[in-house]
């Protein structure tokens, strides 16, 4: 599985590819609000200038499909790397897939985000042009915040994926590092991860027997504000 940075902090994403581990990015429009970004265009033009030649989402960001449709031109613009994220509905619900059949007819490269079925998966699927590329993000951390399992809906997408050709399954909403070994297991091509998860990639391979030992030391460290007499 392909590991992609999440987020819109434009030093954490510099840090990322500089790394060697990050293959791409993902950004979206709470991570770019969160990050302080005022003026869209331009942040995504610094973003391509300074992490170049990796491929990279930005998303639409408005509600009705014909101006999704314009903004989506632009934005693809851009940069050859660049993939336009899409909601798989709008706000009312209502499916973008004519949309994204249309933009991929155009030969836009899209992510399609916001998905949680395997319904969507198929629909997303069949309206791709052959030959396109494009990703499929769905929100496998979000799921399991509802309680469930999102393991089982990720295998069935990744077949599906694999047997039409045209999309990348994207594990979204990534919350821990064990999620990347779980995309893994279930035949994601993509996890995209905060900068607070990959912070923590030093931590794979620790064996638990030091992992305890570092927390009684973490704790053991903070104690000592804590004037207990
Ligand atoms: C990525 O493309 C998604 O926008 C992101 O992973 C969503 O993460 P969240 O569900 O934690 O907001």
């Known amino acids: 599985v392909q590991i992609y940075a999440d987020g819109a902090v434009i030093s954490d994403m510099v840090k990322a590819k500089e790394s060697g581990v990050v293959k791409g990015f993902t950004t979206n429009p709470s991570l770019m609000k969160k990050a302080g970004v005022t003026d869209y265009l331009s942040f995504a033009k610094e973003v391509l200038a300074k992490v170049t030649g990796l491929p990279i989402s930005f998303e639409v960001f408005s509600d009705d499909f014909d101006t999704m449709a314009k903004e989506a031109r632009k934005i693809s613009a851009l940069g050859e790397n660049v993939f336009v994220k899409i909601p798989i509905t709008n706000t009312k619900g209502e499916s973008s897939v004519p949309l ?28 791709l042009k052959p030959g396109s590329q494009n990703i499929l993000s769905i929100f496998a951390g979000r799921l399991a915040d509802t309680g469930i399992d999102p393991m ?11 047997e039409n050709g045209n999309g990348w399954l ?3 909403s990534c919350r821990e590092v064990f999620n990347i070994f779980q ?12 900068a607070p998860v990959i912070a923590k990639f030093p931590l794979i391979g620790t064996s638990p027997k030091e992992r305890s030992l570092q927390t ?14």
């Open 100 to 127: 994204i059949k249309k933009l991929s007819a155009e030969g836009i490269k899209l992510n399609v985000t916001a998905m949680f079925t395997l319904e969507q998966t198929k629909d997303v699927l069949a309206a």
């Open 152 to 162: 089982p809906l990720m295998k069935e997408a990744a077949k599906l994926c694999h």
């Open 170 to 172: 994207l594990w979204a």
């Open 183 to 194: 995309a893994e297991e279930c035949g994601c091509d993509i996890i995209t991860c905060t």
């Open 216 to 229: 009684v030391q973490d704790f053991n460290k903070d104690v000592k504000a804590l004037g207990f007499s």
